[in-house]
């Protein structure tokens, strides 16, 4: 739903309209639409009608400008203060850090072993460390599927995964291209797809396991 509002919005905001306009049609709050159409230009026009009906349109556009700015230095404080919090993953941590995203985005179904599939390179990176450090998997173990979209380059996506997971291109499966959705506007969201890795060990599927339900157990006993 927010992406269609956000589209629609991007839309009315460079048909000229303003972002009360914009947020009334939409039934949605001001503060949303500044944020979704920070980036749309008005043109000389587009601005001298806004201006005509009382909306000051400079005046507006550089107080929202700073305002976004202050949130977005507000923003990166934050975050490179909480950052500096986590500096290392010992065994241990890397072990629960594992198992929690296992639990969250892994199989849960036995099927042959393992697999965990994500469109975040840095997912994929720790979890290849969590099998590789913590599970001791071979090399030889390991198996890569692509999943991509028809519109995208197969072979760019297949050196991406490999790169990130350091699992070679002869170990992976053949790369599933879906349909296009370029026409959606969707098309940069995934630029190399997803990846799923694969290790076909079922007694490391029932170790990953009961190490989600120790997880579970901690979380009953605080």
Known sequence: MKYTERMQAQSL???GLSIGEIAQRLSVAKSSVSLWVRDVPLTLTQRTRLSR???SVDLIERR????????????????QRAAQDIKTLSPKALLLVGAALYWGEGGKTVR????????????????????REVCKVPEEKFRGHVHTFSHLNVEAAEKYWAKISSVPRKRFYKTYSKPSIASKGKKDNLPFGTFQIYVH???LFF??????????KLDTKS
């Open 64 to 79: 929202r400008e700073k305002r976004l700015s202050n949130l977005t230095a507000t923003r990166e404080t934050i975050i």
């Open 207 to 216: 170790k990953i396991m009961g190490w989600i339900e120790g997880l579970k």
């Open 112 to 131: 042959g072993g393992v697999r965990l599939s994500n469109s975040d390179p840095t997912v994929i990176a720790v979890m290849m460390r969590f099998f």
């Open 201 to 203: 060990n079922t007694k």
């Open 53 to 55: 009906n009382g909306y």
């Open 13 to 15: 905001r460079r048909g």
